[in-house]
Nanobody
Framework: QVQLVESGGGLVQTGDSLRLSCAAS????????ATWFRQAPGKEREFVAT????????DYADSVKGRFTISRDNAKNIVYLQMNSLKPEDTAGYYC?????????????????WGQGTQVTVSS
């Protein structure tokens, strides 16, 4: 059974940093692309950042480029999202997702597995 479990969310102030983690089990993690999405109240879920399983190529939403960094440790089956210079508009539930695909990675329907999410709240 595949599981993705996010952790590391919390309440922080504008300008602070947080590191989210997503621990994967039940799959050959290094073969999967791992991606963070987020969903703010009343809004649709949106792509944040992705990292391929083998060549570790990354891509980011324009809104987080230069502030967020995605990385992974395939030996530990964990993907991270380092979030710096947080803004109130970063407030959302953050979800980890995994797919065997290497294309169309900003689209929710490309993903086979999802975590339950972790809440990030940034106060002004």
């Amino acid at each position: 059974q595949v599981q993705l479990v996010e952790s590391g969310g919390g309440l922080v102030q504008t300008g602070d940093s947080l590191r989210l983690s997503c621990a994967a089990s039940g799959l050959t993690f290094s073969s999967y692309t791992a991606t963070w999405f987020r969903q703010a109240p009343g809004k649709e879920r949106e792509f944040v950042a992705t990292i391929l399983g083998t060549d570790l190529r990354t891509d980011y939403a324009d809104s987080v480029k230069g502030r967020f960094t995605i990385s992974r440790d395939n030996a530990k089956n964990i993907v991270y999202l380092q979030m710096n210079s947080l803004k109130p508009e970063d407030t959302a539930g953050y979800y980890c997702a995994a797919t065997i695909r290497r294309r169309r990675l900003s689209i929710e329907s490309s993903y086979d597995y999802w975590g339950q999410g972790t809440q990030v709240t940034v106060s002004s």
